[in-house]
């Protein structure tokens, strides 16, 4: 077969004729170096920080170090296939995830891919994960609780919607039970809570879904899971996916509780991130920014005003100490960015006073603005009791037979106290039964019970309510506030039911 000149040339000519897609200009770069999930580039010169870039095999990673003849990328995922020379292209799009409700009830991973198998997130909605937090004039001051459905956090340290309260302690002492009581709390309210797992074990994200499951929490729950055995940059980028998602149902007027499990694990893969990427380190080998890293975060977290919707995003971060050492580093860069600590004490846990909160430690510096007034009023009483009983529980393990009177009503008035804010895991009660029960305590109603009945009285004291006084609770449900009448009746039932009960 001969070709002819004349039929190149007219070939050539039509499809000039025929060109009509669109130029898109694609930055490509070439890998000059790849280790540890670190990846140097050349090229890409208009790539801008934090943007996504597709290495061989659809796998993706997001730009950081802008240098001035390279690019250093972190990899966000599998990294041991990519090898020096691999094309890299820039995809003109920062990191962003998928938002919006089509996530509610399902397990993501920081890049909001699914990972439950459920098929995929139906959402067209996405948003960058790294935003500019609220200013302060759209913002309102906290003023409606977020019930933990905690007796000791609703009544001592109230936490409001809007705010940021850091929960710290060591390892095992019920930090994630804590927040996961507060997400199990907003069932059937109007609350969606957002749940984000950073560098924990695989199998202990699968119980606490689990356990969500169970407790019909997954309902309202978004849960982001970055497990122990995924490369650094995905744990460091999972709380900014929370965050994001959490933001969303802020900005559209409605409630978020986000909770960030643990911020410690996040400082440790971002300083993992940055060594590999050569940032200078400082203090403890973190690099410089690492208050930034937290700040920008938690800022985000805020209560809208009305003009801007009133929405809230409530921020729950947990910080593991070291032997309880509250001044380290990290712990005290998040108990400064935060607004008050709910610290638990592993001596409280073993001794099996849980939730182990050390009310003398913890503080919320949102304070009694995020009750009912209800609550307000018998919890003010509660408080002082409490404070006055430490002072004094401190002399008298010296012994107690030289006290006077009045003191030792106080010790024993405390002894109750503490018994009646123990309260077992998972187990959330609500605003009216807590106020009962704080009532009932400061009143004076359970002087004349043993201390080691206590519980037991509180355990069939609610069920006696519910179906004696249901009139009583509803009120105090429905106004949010004791009168005087109420807590007649409260006097009448609970002699009724001592006499029931025998107690
Ligand atoms: P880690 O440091 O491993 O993350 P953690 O501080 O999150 O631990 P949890 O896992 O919440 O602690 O709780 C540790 C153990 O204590 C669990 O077995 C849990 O069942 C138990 N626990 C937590 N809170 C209570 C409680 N209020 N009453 C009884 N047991 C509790
Ligand atoms: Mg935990």
């Avoid at 920081?110 to 302060?136: C, F, H, M, W």
Wanted: aromatic share 6%.
């Amino acid at each position: 077969m001969t070709i002819r000149g004349q039929d190149i040339a007219s070939v050539i000519k039509r499809q000039i004729e025929e060109f009509g897609g669109e130029l898109t200009l694609v930055d490509v770069g070439t890998v000059v170096e790849a280790a540890d999930g670190v990846a140097r580039i050349h090229g890409l010169s208009d790539v801008r920080s934090m943007e996504l870039l597709q290495f061989p095999g659809d796998t993706l990673g997001m730009a950081l170090n802008l240098e001035e003849d390279s690019v250093s990328a972190v990899i966000l995922g599998g990294f041991s296939h990519i090898k020096e020379g691999d094309e890299v292209r820039s995809t003109g799009r920062i990191v962003e995830v998928p938002v919006g409700d089509a996530l509610v009830g399902r397990v993501v991973d920081p890049l909001g891919r699914p990972l439950d198998g459920k098929g995929p997130v139906n959402t067209s909605e996405t948003r960058p994960v790294e935003q500019i937090a609220p200013n302060v004039v759209s913002r309102k001051s906290v003023d409606t609780p977020l019930q933990f459905g905690v007796k000791i956090v609703d009544g001592l340290i109230p936490v409001g919607r809007g705010q940021r309260e850091l929960i710290i302690g060591d390892r095992n002492t019920g930090k994630t039970s804590l927040c996961l009581d507060a997400i199990i709390n907003q069932k059937g309210g109007d609350v969606t809570c957002v749940y984000v797992a950073i560098g924990q074990k695989a199998s202990k994200v699968a119980a606490t879904v689990a356990t969500l499951e169970q407790h019909g929490a997954m309902d309202h729950t978004i849960v982001i899971s970055s497990a122990a055995s995924d490369p650094a940059p995905v744990q460091y980028l999972a709380p900014y996916t929370g965050a994001t998602i959490a933001e969303h149902i802020m900005y559209s007027g409605r409630d978020a509780l986000i909770v960030y499990d643990d911020l410690t694990k996040h400082a440790w893969a971002y300083r993992q991130m940055s060594l590999l990427l050569r940032r200078p380190p400082g203090r403890e080998a973190y690099p410089g920014d690492v208050f930034y890293l937290h700040s920008r975060l938690l800022e985000r977290s805020a209560r809208m005003n009305d003009e801007n919707g009133g929405g809230s995003s409530t921020a729950l971060p947990i910080i593991e100490t070291q032997a309880g050492d509250l001044s380290a580093y990290v712990p005290t860069n998040v108990i400064s960015i935060t607004d008050g600590q709910i610290y638990l004490q592993p001596e409280l846990f073993t001794a099996g006073i849980r939730p182990a909160l050390d009310t003398g430690l913890s503080v919320s510096r949102v304070g009694s603005a995020a009750q009912t007034k209800g609550m307000k009023g018998v919890a003010g009483r509660l408080r002082l009791e409490m404070a006055q009983f430490r002072e004094i529980a401190t002399f008298a393990q010296f012994g107690t037979d030289d006290l006077d009177s009045s003191t030792r009503a106080q010790l024993e008035r405390g002894r109750r106290a503490t018994e009646v804010l123990k309260q077992v895991e998972l187990n959330p009660l609500s605003m009216e039964q807590q106020v009962t029960i704080f009532y009932l305590l400061t009143s004076g109603a359970l002087d004349d019970v043993a201390q080691e009945n206590i519980l037991a009285f509180e355990s069939g004291w609610h069920e006696y309510a519910a179906a004696n006084i249901p009139d009583v609770l509803g009120e105090i449900a429905s106004s949010g506030d004791l009168s005087d009448e109420a807590g007649k009746k409260l006097d009448e039932a609970a002699a009724a039911y001592k006499q029931t009960a025998g107690l």
